[in-house]
């Protein structure tokens, strides 16, 4: 083991690095180190005691790994600018297996930790702080592209353009991460397959999540807390087949899950609570099921913009529903209709939303329901739940 | 002025029908706490009643009251005093005993479940401050078309329609505008629009501190940055205002112009 600090023998990192052999471990003691880009090429541990700070001195990228097998731990990283040219970040994995960046902070860094054509490594612990203000001037906390069975655990993410984006990453797992205040989305998938995130919190960002182009994903046990503001959603669905969205818990978004052409989707045990829409449909999607989620207190609980085709809503538990259960089996008698004529209109005249909760609202809203001329009749709940579902995402926040 | 209003005040707060009023309010208040115990929801449900009932309650018992006690007034106008302070009294008193009823009653059941250490403290205050508004609003119509109107079947006739015309039809023709109109920009008609209502200015009031998101979402831009900014809540306690300054103008000019 080789151990750098200033008073050291050896006082800068770039030397520590040129003296141990590979698969050694280099310590790097407390304090504050300009350096410039740092390039890794053999197998090795680097270790952080005393908080280290690694400066990026002319703003460029900090630390490039070219190899297989590298630990990074407990190193603060900080000052990588926006370049409009390069994607630059604080630590970049290049084409390289078996990776593992532990509990390290990045602060103020365009890209925080970039994954290139990287497989088998974890992501665990780190803090990643940004400060970004707009979209095209910020890079992303976590950024995958072409990586194969990557883990991303127990990060805490702020203020960068997306928290977590996978574009071709198959076979991952995101999980116990906090995104918060992210300017586009807190987590994003964009053509991964095989993916499982879970027990995630994604608040107050732009979007919660987008999941777009995607195959097989399995989103487990999340929260998806104050994403609201102008087109923002818990979750954006796009292109998405064969997906499991179980037990997570939408609260205070503008949109709950906002579905565009998604196909085989299950949707269960989730919990939807104040969201202005719960579940909004687009265009085209097929086979998708919806069933003992609970819909508490939605301004608007689903929308559909055509027939719902072969979607089946069934088992759900709505705050809304009136009906009655004679037989006492725990589902209600009557069919629950959760598209109000209202919301049929909100989706046409967006302007016409200033009227929501007034009596004449209220009054076309019962006519619709007591007989449905304008809204889909076969959008409907047959076999509503009369009690509310346990869902353990409800206790996250 | 105020020996009338005093005099005014206590005869309507020893009035059965305010009893009633009040105990209307804390029933319905007690009920929905007790079925509910989220303030915010008990709210919502609350600001449903509330600005379909004290429209309709002011309305109705401003006329009354007015055609009850016109002999009164009459009264009153031979003696030594300006119309002004006759009108003035008579009508303040009514319109502050159906507020304090109305306050007395929601405000109670709330403080026993603590509303004043929740989170809702603003909401809730925002719906008793709407509350007393449209009280006074609608009491104050009574008392334009009581006057105005010698006839007590007309009278009444025309103040259920006014309660109709402001609580339904109003909003079923900005409904309809918009779906007319659907292909222009809207927000600027739909601001208008809404400051011609009472009852709207209130309930979007209430609204924007208790939906904000699902408000925002997918309005254009004119509406979200007016609804949405301090500007938008300053600009509708405004026209509130507007509309109770302006009535009881006009209230006090027909009162001194009358031919008794």
Known sequence: MVEVCASCEINNIETGLDTIDACDTLLINGGQYQVENIVIKKSMTLIGKNNPTLVSKSGDEILTLLADHITIKGITFKDVTTSYINERSAIRVKRKKHFLIEDNTIINCFFGIYLEHAKKGFVNGNTILGNATSEAESGNAIHAWYCEKIEINNNEIKGHRDGIYFEFVNESIVQNNHSELNTRYGLHFMFSNDDVYLDNKFINNGVGVAVMFSRRIQMFRNLFHHNWGRSSYGLLLKEIYDAELVNNHFEENTIGIFVEGSNRVNYKRNTFKKNGWAIKFSGGCETNEITENNFLYNTMDLVVSTQLNDNRIYHNYWSEYTGYDLDYDDLGDIPHFPVKLFSYIVNDVPESIVLMRSLFVDIINFSEKVSPVFTPKDVADNTPSMVIFENKADDYK | ?260
């Open chain 2, 1 to 260: 002025m105020f020996k009338i209003f005093k005099y005014s005040f206590f005869d309507m707060i020893r009035n059965r029908w305010m009893f009633i009023y009040m105990g209307f309010f804390l029933l319905v208040t007690t009920v929905l706490l007790m079925l509910s115990n989220d303030v915010t929801k008990v709210i919502i449900s609350l600001t449903n009643i509330i600005q379909v009932l004290t429209p309709l309650i002011g309305i109705l018992f401003g006329t009354m009251y007015y055609y009850s006690s016109r002999e009164f007034i009459e009264l009153l106008l031979t003696q030594p005093l300006s119309r002004k302070s006759v009108f003035a009294g008579v009508y303040l008193g009514l319109a502050m005993s159906l507020s304090l009823s109305l306050v007395l009653g929601v405000t109670i059941p709330m403080l026993f479940f603590g509303v004043f250490t929740s989170s809702a403290l603003s909401t809730f205050l925002t719906l008793l401050a709407m509350s007393v508004v449209l009280s006074i609003v609608f009491s104050l119509l009574a008392f334009l078309i009581a006057i105005r109107y010698e006839d007590k079947t007309k009278g009444f006739g025309v103040a259920i329609f006014t309660w109709l015309f402001f609580g339904i039809i109003y909003d079923g023709i900005f409904l309809m505008l918009l779906l007319v109109f659907k292909e222009y920009p809207l927000e600027k008609l739909t601001i208008t629009l809404t400051f011609f209502n009472p009852i709207d200015l209130a309930r979007i009031l209430i609204i924007l501190k208790l939906e904000i998101s699902a408000m925002m979402g997918y309005t254009g831009a004119v509406l979200q940055k007016f609804l949405g900014s301090l500007n938008g809540t300053i600009l509708i306690t405004v026209m509130l205002t507007l509309w109770t300054v302006i009535p009881f103008a006009l209230m006090l000019r027909k009162a001194n112009k009358k031919d008794f």
